[in-house]
């Protein structure tokens, strides 16, 4: 049995597919499909129940996953030992954030660091959902909330202002009415953030017009003349063919946090740039 082959299998665990499996951990499907099919005969046991909707595990495939995710946790604790003795500034550096803070705040940092340390590779993931810091998915991940897992050292880096946008020369509607105006807001997925329901407080007579999980489509959107949208400041103020409405009040402001594995705290290359981003955001 090899680690390797373990590896798979907790990917097709998590996945559900091998096609996902296959994508996640750069492999094709059916290198995936031929080395579940290996382990499964060196154990002498059936893993999966093959299903229309993927691939479940079976009573013995829960007990190899309890023991695989124990195997996983001792491997990458010490993959993350042996990145954080790394004193050199050179290697990569995996960084997560959502789409626009990595777009318009990160961006300018990251290359004022990247003409610094040019050896260093810089990995700028961009996505909706929480990356793992403890299966190094990330190296050091900016999130809107406070960061709840293990082993995680963090800290508030900002607070972030919002306002209210609309395109340039529309028709502004009357705050505490709203009625003929369109909003444009978070999908149901994110239908919970503070902005959501203050921005439907504000103009109780308005019609929701479009609903994405992406700011900067907000932003788009908003510049064609789709509706009001309550947009990060850094984002709004840079988007062509909008402009802030006045308000009585400003939406939510929200916090952001930065945090990275405590295994990594004397890489220093991930130092280097912590020392960076803190001094030009924080």
Not at 146 to 158: G, Y
Not at 174 to 199: C, E, H, N, R, Y
Not at 242 to 255: F, H, Q, S, T, Y
């Amino acid at each position: 049995m090899e680690w390797s082959d373990l590896r798979i299998f907790l990917a097709i665990a998590r996945e559900g597919t091998l096609g996902a499996a296959a994508r996640t951990l750069g492999q094709t499907q059916p290198t995936m499909g031929r080395r579940l099919r290996a382990l499964e005969a060196s154990l002498g046991q059936t893993l999966f129940q093959r299903t229309s909707d993927g691939f479940v595990l079976t009573e013995e495939g829960a007990v190899v996953c309890q023991h695989a995710e124990r195997m996983e946790q001792e491997v990458l604790a010490f993959e993350r030992t042996l990145a954080g003795q790394q004193q050199e500034l050179d290697g990569l550096l995996r960084i997560t954030s959502s789409d626009w803070f990595g777009s318009h705040v990160l961006t300018p940092v990251l290359a004022e660091f990247s003409r610094e340390h040019p050896r260093v590779t810089l990995e700028l993931l961009t996505d909706t959902r929480f990356l793992s810091l403890a299966r190094r998915e990330a190296d050091l991940a900016f999130r809107i909330k406070p960061f709840e897992e293990p082993d995680v050292v963090s800290r508030k880096l900002l607070r972030m202002p919002y306002a209210v946008y609309l395109k340039k020369g529309a028709r502004r509607p009357k705050p505490g009415d709203g009625k003929g105006a369109s909003l444009i807001t978070m999908d149901q997925a994110f239908g919970d953030m503070p902005d959501v329901a203050w921005l439907q407080a504000q103009f109780p007579h308005a019609t929701v017009a479009f609903r994405s999980n992406a700011r900067d489509v907000h932003a788009r959107l908003c510049a064609q003349g789709v509706g009001l949208a309550v947009l990060p400041r850094p984002l709004g103020d840079a988007t062509q063919g909008i402009e802030r409405l006045p308000m009585k009040e400003d939406p939510p402001p929200r916090d952001t946090w930065i945090g990275y594995h405590r295994d990594l705290r004397r890489l220093a290359r991930l130092r280097a740039l912590l020392d960076l981003v803190i001094e030009r955001l924080a």
